[in-house]
């Protein structure tokens, strides 16, 4: 089993917390070595997992990390194979009534009834929650009206967009105010505003005191919102730290071009190594060039060059390392597990803490 | 100072729905499984034609077997249906009973049932609650069978008190045996899978009994079939209530089937659910 002895201590240079980093207001979850079968699969394994109350955590991996997996096991609703989890002192299994009710949980897929309204749903929870009749109408109509569906309130759920339906979850999810609520990729599949809307929900929620653990396959997001990151591959914390740390061992940035020509991407490439100094990677859509760097000077003469040797570049961007890149960087393979025999063997972002080894 | 978006506005609004109430005493096993009972009927309030499996099968049922078989086995339409009718009605309401199963396999597929199972409150309330609505549904195909049975000619020779015993016996029998399709509905996988699986059971439930025929024109190792099956039971406990005779080990022997049921199928129910992925 991993277990935290393995991690490293303080690192002088960036300040990283020591492996037995405890806050004054305690830990919201303190995981040890989960570990999840399904059969043959193992979908979690020696999952470490410590957040500390009051805070957003962001949990990054790809699809198939065991993202889910490891939140259902957290929210009681399955039963590790082995390894234990306590939520706020409380253990998952053998207290789980007493988890269940300082937790809630927004899963992946949306859990509201698609036949009732939005209003019948609140009611519904409102009233298992234990609100009286009237109370939970009135506790319903509130909370559509700050999640702005008081209009859509009175619709039955499959006639909502994906952005109204998310929110409504999340509604769902706060008619008690837990202390603790987990978000399964909370912002998959929704649009730039209704993305905006729920990470406006979740700044909301930490300030007004609830713990959030949220699971994201994208590093914009965690870097917007969380204190802390795990990133998760196969069902194991292959890094830790707060989203500077992390950024700062996989590099600031990333530029990102796009040609008008494949048939010039040998060439570009070539151009954009010298004059950025840095690997430049092939992506796998043939028109696209990616390179590790965050000098906006550099870049701006690189691309120069570009139009100086006549490559036409439809577009390109500077921007934060995508979780591709972060994977590349953490564990030498790209985030899709192709290659199980290359874990651990390339080098890793000395800022990091590492779980396992 | 910044400029108020409008995401500014509704992160204010949400921390103002987080703060604003206290936390409730937590309610007990009656008030979730009503609360659960509640929402059954509104997904017939908003998808009434999910009515339709106890409105027109029973029509059809009786209507069918009344006129099929009635002249040849008892002589006239009207003689039979005295006897057909009691029949007909536990056949229904135990073929619809199907449908529980059927329904709470959709819903746990569309992952609403995650939501419930994280909730703190009696586990077993989520299948209690739309059991006790499929209550309702079996009491309307009831109703259904017996109105139009009176206007065929039925006529119960206990009056109105010995049909409801006979209404009151069959949806005990019916609740119980709902158990087993609760319990079938979270182990199968897919709908249709588990379709076929309660069809096979419930067809040779309900037609080898003694429903249709008296057993003793069937051959013998059939008739032995129908005399343990506790459809039989269950139809002449309830002839007995509708038209007068004294039948009371027979009303006894479906209360013990049924308690059994309850006791075998309801905690294998909890299991498998508390298992349930
Ligand atoms: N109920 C299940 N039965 C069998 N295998 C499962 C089950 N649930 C998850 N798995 C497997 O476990 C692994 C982890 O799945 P999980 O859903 O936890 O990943 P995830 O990180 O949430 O992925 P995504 O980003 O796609 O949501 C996958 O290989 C998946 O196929
Ligand atoms: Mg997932």
Redesign the interface.
């Known amino acids: 089993m991993a277990t935290n002895d393995t991690r490293r201590p303080v690192d002088a240079e960036t300040g990283l917390e020591s492996p037995a980093w405890v806050p004054p207001s305690g830990l919201a979850i303190e995981a040890a070595g989960l570990v999840k079968h399904?059969g043959e699969t193992v979908a979690v394994d020696g999952l470490d997992l410590r957040v500390p109350s009051g805070m957003v955590y962001g949990v990054l991996g790809p699809n198939g990390a065991g993202k889910t997996t490891a939140i259902?096991m957290l929210?009681?609703?399955?039963r590790p194979t082995e390894g234990s989890a306590r939520v706020f002192g409380h253990d998952i299994v053998d207290e789980a009534?007493a988890v269940?009710?300082r937790?809630?949980?927004t899963?992946q897929?949306?859990?509201?009834?698609?036949?009732?309204?939005g209003f019948?749903n609140l009611v519904?929870?409102c009233?298992?929650?234990?609100?009286?009749r009237r109370?939970a109408k009135k506790?319903a109509s509130?909370?559509l009206?700050?999640?702005?569906l008081a209009d859509a309130g009175a619709r039955?759920v499959k006639t909502y967009s994906g952005g109204m339906r998310r929110r409504l979850d999340i509604a769902?999810s706060?008619v008690?105010?837990p202390e603790l609520i987990f978000l399964d990729e909370p912002t998959t599949g929704l649009d730039p505003r209704s993305r905006?809307?729920v990470?406006?929900?979740v700044?909301?929620?930490v300030?007004?005191g609830?713990t959030v653990l949220l699971t994201t396959q994208y590093l914009d997001e965690a870097d917007q919102l969380a204190d802390r990151i795990a990133v998760i591959d196969r069902g194991r914390v292959i890094a830790e730290g707060t989203s500077t740390q992390l950024k700062a061992s996989v590099g600031s940035g990333a530029l990102h071009v796009r040609l008008l020509d494949p048939d010039q991407r040998p060439e570009a490439e070539g151009l954009l190594t010298r004059a950025l100094d840095v690997a430049v990677r092939a992506e796998a859509d043939p028109v696209a060039l990616s390179a590790r760097t965050s000098d906006p000077e550099r870049v701006a003469q690189a691309l120069t060059e570009l139009a100086r040797a006549g490559v036409g570049v439809a577009s390109f961007a500077l921007g934060q390392p995508s979780l591709d890149e972060v994977f590349l960087a953490l564990t030498g393979r790209p985030a899709e597990p192709a290659n199980p025999e290359l874990e651990g063997e390339t080098s890793r972002g000395p800022t990091i803490e590492e779980a396992s080894t | 100072m910044s400029i108020s978006t409008p995401e500014e506005v509704a992160q204010e609004a949400v921390r103002s729905v987080l703060s604003s109430t206290a936390r409730p005493p937590r309610p007990d096993a009656l008030v979730t499984s009503l609360t659960f009972w509640w929402r059954a009927m509104l997904k017939i309030k908003h998808v009434p034609e999910q009515l339709f499996d106890v409105t027109a099968f029973p029509v059809m049922f009786l209507l069918m077997f009344t006129y099929l078989f009635g002249g040849a086995l008892a002589g006239s339409t009207g003689a039979y249906l005295q006897e057909v009718l009691p029949g007909i009605l536990a056949m229904t309401v135990a073929m619809i009973t199907m449908y529980t199963g059927l329904t709470l396999n959709r819903d746990i597929q569309k992952g609403v049932h995650d939501r419930f199972r994280s909730l703190p409150i009696w586990r077993p309330s989520t299948l209690v609650g739309p059991l006790l609505a499929d209550g309702v549904r079996y009491t309307l195909a009831a109703a259904v069978i017996l109105v139009l049975g009176l206007i065929l000619g039925f006529r119960p020779g206990a009056g109105p008190m010995g049909v409801v015993a006979s209404v009151g016996l069959l949806l005990v029998f019916a609740f119980a045996l709902s158990w087993v399709w609760t319990m079938l509905g979270i182990v199968m996988r897919s709908e249709n899978a588990l379709m076929g699986l309660s069809m096979m059971i419930l067809f040779p439930l309900t037609f080898i009994s003694n429903v249709f025929v008296p057993p003793e024109t069937l051959p013998r190792w059939l008739e032995a079939f129908v005399d343990v099956n506790p459809i039989t039971h269950l139809v002449t406990a309830m002839r007995g209530l509708v038209h007068g005779h004294s039948v009371t080990g027979e009303i006894g022997i479906v209360l013990v089937v049924s308690a059994g049921l309850v006791a075998v199928f309801g905690p294998l129910t909890m299991y498998v659910y508390r298992k349930k992925a």
């Open positions: 399904f259902r929210a009681t609703l399955l009534d269940r009710s937790v809630s949980m899963g897929f949306a859990s509201v009834d698609e036949d009732l309204t019948e519904l929870l009233r298992l929650w234990g609100h009286p109370a506790r509130e909370l009206e700050a999640f702005g039955q769902a706060i008690v105010t905006n809307q990470w406006e929900i700044r909301a929620l300030a007004a609830t």
